[in-house]
């Protein structure tokens, strides 16, 4: 059964700062790996998807890369802003047992103060 | 386009009660799915449609749980006899094609249920 777990699960930094969070996957046998952004209140955006043959994915001042072999992931934040403050979760789609879902890790709290 | 929609937006039911959650998928999209996210945790998958067949049901956490996509396009959650544990944010998503198709899922904006 596919765990997905993330770490920190929660973060404060100035604005300004570039961070990392990070997304461990137990099976590495996946389809694909995702990056949501949820607001308080709010469903889920999708950020960066990348697929199984992919090694990382650009979208701004968002780099989201994956490396299957040691069941990893991370989302890089450059320049953070306060409008980057949300919850961000990492969700990855399995190729056996029900390849049709995703399965998320509990999600990163970020908070980026002025 | 629009989005995926979800009704109510809000519900409070009382223990003992039943309760239909509605979802609209982006028009078009084959392939539905129904996740639970408990108070400070990710979602959790619940069921998968494609069109109007219900090919996954694994994640329903007991049979007082079930969903219907009669027509192949609008979804809807029932919750049976509900529960104070079935408070949560029942979470729908939309995806153009299923199965092993490496299609983005996109989400709605959730029903927040609470049990009282």
């Known amino acids: 059964k596919q765990e997905v777990t993330q770490i920190p699960a929660a973060l404060s930094v100035p604005e300004g700062e570039n961070l990392v969070l990070n997304c461990s996957f137990t099976?590495?046998?996946?389809?694909?790996l995702q990056w949501f952004r949820q607001d308080p209140g709010k469903g889920l955006t999708s950020l960066l998807l990348?697929?199984?043959?992919?090694r990382e994915q650009t979208s701004g001042r968002l780099n989201a890369s994956l490396d299957k072999s040691s069941g990893r992931s991370t989302l890089y934040i450059a320049a953070s802003q306060p409008g980057d403050s949300a919850t961000y979760l990492c969700?990855?789609?399995?190729?056996?047992?029900?390849?049709?879902?995703?399965?998320f890790g509990t999600g990163t709290q970020l908070k980026v103060e002025l | 386009g629009a989005g995926v929609s979800q009704s109510p937006r809000y519900k409070v039911a009382k223990r003992g009660q039943d309760v239909a959650l509605r979802c609209d998928p982006i028009?078009?999209?084959?392939?539905l799915f129904w996740y639970q996210q408990a108070l400070g945790q990710g979602p959790e998958f619940l069921t998968y449609?494609?069109?109007?067949?219900?090919?996954?049901k694994s994640g329903l956490p007991s049979d007082r749980f079930f969903a219907e996509r009669p027509e192949g396009s609008v979804s809807t959650l029932k919750i049976q006899r509900t529960q104070q544990e079935d408070s949560a944010v029942y979470l729908c998503?939309?995806?153009?094609?299923?199965?092993?198709?490496?299609?983005?899922?996109?989400f709605g904006p959730g029903t927040r249920l609470t049990v009282t």
């Open positions: 990348i697929q199984s043959s992919q």
């Open positions: 449609f494609q069109n109007e067949a219900q090919l996954d």
């Open positions: 969700a990855a789609k399995g190729l056996t047992g029900g390849g049709n879902k995703l399965t």
């Open positions: 099976d590495s046998a996946i389809y694909n």
């Open positions: 998503a939309s995806s153009v094609r299923g199965g092993r198709a490496l299609y983005e899922q996109y």
């Open positions: 028009s078009g999209h084959v392939s």
